[in-house]
């Protein structure tokens, strides 16, 4: 059974604080690991997309993966009261079809 | 900017009535998915379509569902006859491409919220 897991939160930090976000993976066969945003009752917005270890940087944003501790993370830099959302881990494993495995999800608020 | 379009964004419906939900992915797009979310849990993967076939289906996706891409645009997910616990926001999905990274992201169109009383 693929688990993708995370802390649900609430992770609270102040606006213009750095939020760390985590998701651990149990299938060591995934390749594809993605950030996405859920406001509540609107669908998963995408934020970040990563497949390679070490760190990428969009803006922002900074996803990290380390496929041998199967963990990969999201930090937000300058955190806004515009980012409180629920961030949801996603993996995908295979080649062809690469059906998303989601987390719980960690809400995150920050704090004017 | 192209967008995933679903449609309706709220269905209510009886127990044991068929409702089917329609998508409109992402128009040069080659993988479409539909995904459920019951309220308070997680996003949950039930079925890939792929070059007019399912491509992979989760033990969720039993015989009460089907999907079926009726022309050049639309994607649908039947249900056949609903359940109280099919009571869920349903999320259509599109990707691009075959394979390369830059083809991996999945597209989520708003969703349809689906009350069955």
């Known amino acids: 059974q693929k688990e993708v897991e995370q802390n649900s939160g609430p992770l609270s930090v102040p606006e213009g604080a750095i939020a760390s976000l985590n998701c651990t993976y149990s299938d060591r066969v995934s390749q594809s690991f993605f950030w996405y945003r859920q406001y509540s009752g609107k669908s998963p917005e995408l934020i970040m997309s990563i497949y390679s270890n070490g760190d990428k940087e969009d803006g922002r944003f900074t996803a990290q993966l380390n496929k041998a501790s199967q963990y990969v993370s999201l930090l937000i830099r300058d955190s806004q009261p515009s980012d409180s959302a629920t961030y949801l881990c996603a993996v995908t494993t295979d080649t062809g079809r690469r059906a998303l495995t989601f987390g719980s999800g960690t809400r995150l608020q920050v704090q004017p | 900017e192209p967008e995933v379009t679903q449609t309706p964004s709220h269905q209510v419906t009886q127990m044991g009535q068929e409702v089917i939900l329609r998508c409109v992915p992402i128009s040069n797009h080659l993988y479409f998915y539909w995904y459920r979310q019951i309220l308070g849990q997680k996003v949950e993967f039930l079925v890939s379509f792929y070059n007019n076939e399912i491509s992979e289906k989760s033990e969720i996706f039993d015989d009460q569902f089907s999907v079926e891409r009726p022309d050049g645009s639309n994607f649908t997910l039947k249900i056949r006859s609903t359940k109280l616990e099919d009571s869920a926001m349903y999320f259509c999905?599109?990707?691009?491409?075959?394979?390369?990274?830059?083809?991996?992201?999945?597209?989520f169109g708003p969703g349809t919220r689906l009350t069955v009383l």
């Open positions: 999905a599109s990707r691009g491409g075959s394979t390369g990274k830059g083809t991996d992201t999945q597209y």
